[in-house]
């Protein structure tokens, strides 16, 4: 893997989620089982771990394709029926988006045509590659995209926290003959599991989603006064 691929966008947005979804599996495994506490098989498990984090990815984008789990809300922010972005900013924008590409001449006479979406589309997409160096509007990328790889994933997360809190069950009470004698790690690895549960219902939401594209689109659009022809 080349090192400049690893990213910002890469290592939180992706590699934070993948890691957060397989979290469970490699505590289970390094608390519970002795046998990996050995130098030689803790670096392969780590190894593999550390491979997985980065297939995830790929596996959630082959299984759920190009599934939009929010509105893209910055087209509809720009759209004049839309009352999110006051009045002033927006005939602002317009005026900026005409001048910056012949292509967006539409925007000197805004109305809710199809046409004009399209045109807002357009506009976005061209304002996306344009603000690749943006500081702000990276960060709120970042969390946008962080935040939708998490909803992906959530049911997988709880299923893999419900087989580890089962493995973890079933292997303490296969392994010592009484409850008083399984270890406390035992209990702190099951626990966490539970805890991971309660983040993956409570704090993985469509509606921490659909916050974060609305913070990301006004950001995204907000740039557009810093966007040079």
Same mark, same amino acid.
Request: proline letters at 3%.
């Given at each position: 893997m080349k090192l400049e691929l690893l990213d910002v966008y890469n290592i939180r947005a992706r590699l934070s989620a993948s890691i957060i979804l397989l979290a469970p599996i490699a505590i289970t495994v390094f608390i519970c089982f002795d046998e990996i506490h050995n130098i030689a098989s803790s670096a392969v498990f780590i190894g593999l771990f550390l491979a997985f984090t980065n297939y995830i990815p790929i596996l959630l984008r082959?299984? *759920?394709?190009?599934?939009?789990?929010?509105?893209?809300?910055?087209v509809e922010f720009l759209m004049p029926s839309d009352t999110t972005i006051n009045s002033t900013s927006k005939l602002r924008y317009y005026e900026k988006l005409a001048e910056l590409d012949s292509s967006f001449g539409l925007f000197l006479h805004p109305n809710d045509s199809?046409?004009?979406r399209n045109c807002c589309e357009?506009?976005?997409? *061209?304002?996306k590659t344009r603000t690749r160096e943006d500081h702000l509007v990276q960060e709120e990328n970042i969390n946008y995209g962080f935040c939708r790889n998490l909803l992906r994933s959530k049911y997988i997360g709880i299923l893999i926290c419900i087989s580890m809190c089962c493995l973890i069950a079933v292997y303490s009470l296969l392994a010592y003959e009484s409850i008083s004698e399984i270890p406390t790690g035992h209990y702190f690895a099951f626990s966490t599991n539970l805890v991971m549960i309660l983040?993956?219902?409570?704090?993985?939401?469509?509606?921490a989603l659909e916050n974060t594209a609305k913070t990301y689109a006004k950001t995204l659009l907000a740039a557009i006064d810093g966007v040079n022809a």
């Open positions: 082959r299984v *759920y394709g190009s599934k939009q789990y929010s509105v893209n809300y910055a199809p046409e004009f357009s506009a976005v997409a *061209y304002l983040f993956w219902c409570i704090g993985v939401t469509q509606q």
